[in-house]
């Protein structure tokens, strides 16, 4: 009984250390760079960490350096294992890998993405994050399902549009940062 008593208190160590490395990760973009060999076997090898060690500050680093270098910077072959992101709010799912790069390089104005929080453990994570497509503000949260390697075999998104306040709540509300 003792050794459960330990062993869990390790883990909420853990859990403590890895929100502290989350909020130290910053954001941005890295123009200019692309994806290497090399640079997908690390990312691979963060994504394994993150599943295996639920590294909150692993995860958060690959989702923000894809997502900071744009189209160029995803690469179905590296980070998934089943292509077939969904969809719910337009009933869209985009089914295989060669449908993924085409949708990525035809794109009309591919967005701006700010991750705002991630957080998850083990084989499910979540991004909340913010999509700017040339002003047009949508916040967006996926949810990412991994196999034991750290490759995505399920990716279900949620956008929703910046509106205002109900007149009725305005008074009650401040904004968010």
């Given at each position: 009984m003792a050794a459960v008593g330990v062993a869990s208190i390790r883990v909420r160590a853990r859990r403590r250390r890895n929100r502290y490395r989350a909020r130290t990760v910053r954001t941005g973009s890295l123009p200019g760079v692309t994806m290497s060999d090399t640079g997908i076997l690390e990312l691979q090898r963060l994504l394994r960490r993150a599943v295996s060690q639920s590294d909150m500050a692993s995860m958060r680093g690959?989702?923000?350096?894809?997502?900071?270098?744009g189209p160029e910077g995803l690469s179905p072959e590296a980070e998934y294992a089943i292509r077939s992101p969904e969809m719910p709010q337009s009933?869209?799912?985009?089914?295989?890998?060669?449908?993924?790069?085409?949708?990525?390089?035809?794109?009309?104005?591919?967005?701006?993405?700010?991750?705002?929080?991630?957080?998850?453990?083990?084989?499910?994570?979540?991004?909340?994050?913010?999509?700017?497509?040339?002003?047009?503000?949508?916040?967006?949260?996926?949810?990412?399902?991994?196999?034991?390697?750290?490759?995505?075999?399920?990716?279900?998104?949620?956008?929703?549009?910046?509106?205002?306040?109900?007149?009725?709540?305005?008074?009650?509300?401040?904004?968010?940062?």
């Open positions: 690959v989702l923000e350096r894809l997502l900071s270098q009933g869209e799912r985009i089914r295989g890998r060669e449908a993924m790069r085409r949708m990525q390089e035809t794109y009309p104005v591919p967005p701006h993405i700010t991750v705002r929080r991630v957080t998850g453990e083990g084989r499910v994570w979540v991004l909340e994050g913010v999509n700017d497509y040339a002003g047009d503000i949508w916040h967006v949260v996926v949810v990412l399902e991994l196999d034991e390697d750290g490759l995505i075999v399920r990716d279900t998104r949620y956008y929703g549009h910046v509106f205002p306040p109900e007149p009725s709540r305005a008074a009650l509300v401040e904004p968010l940062d």
